[in-house]
């Protein structure tokens, strides 16, 4: 086995032992509000930096291209309440229309 397989079986090792424990938490402990809070507030940021690292961000230099132009029209449709399946395709659009202007 090379180390590359040793360290996907450690990452998934320590995924299992994540998520056993997080049912192993009393409910006591859930029901404060502070975790409710923490919570929302550490899914909006993971997502949002995942988000700004899959647009800006190519191997270890940081770029503009098409997938700006798909995420600025996207966040409008979302702005202006379009259903899920009307933002994927408005980004869809802007994107292919900004690789056809050369972006």
């Given at each position: 086995?090379?180390?590359?397989?040793?360290?996907?079986?450690?990452a998934?090792?320590i995924?299992?032992?994540?998520?056993?424990?997080?049912?192993?938490?009393?409910e006591?402990?859930?029901?404060?509000?502070?975790?409710?809070?923490?919570?929302?507030?550490?899914?909006?940021?993971?997502?949002?930096?995942?988000?700004?690292?899959?647009t800006?961000?190519?191997?270890?230099?940081?770029?503009?291209?098409?997938?700006v132009a798909?995420?600025?029209?996207?966040a409008?449709?979302?702005?202006?309440?379009?259903?899920?399946?009307?933002?994927?395709?408005?980004?869809?659009?802007?994107?292919?229309?900004?690789?056809?202007?050369?972006?």
């Amino acid at each position: 086995m090379t180390d590359l397989w040793l360290w996907v079986l450690a990452a998934c090792g320590i995924a299992y032992v994540t998520k056993l424990a997080g049912y192993l938490v009393p409910e006591s402990l859930l029901d404060r509000p502070w975790v409710g809070t923490v919570s929302a507030g550490l899914t909006v940021g993971l997502l949002t930096s995942l988000v700004v690292a899959n647009t800006f961000v190519s191997g270890s230099a940081v770029i503009v291209d098409a997938r700006v132009a798909a995420l600025v029209a996207a966040a409008v449709a979302l702005w202006l309440r379009a259903p899920y399946l009307v933002v994927v395709l408005v980004g869809a659009a802007a994107a292919a229309l900004a690789r056809i202007a050369g972006l």
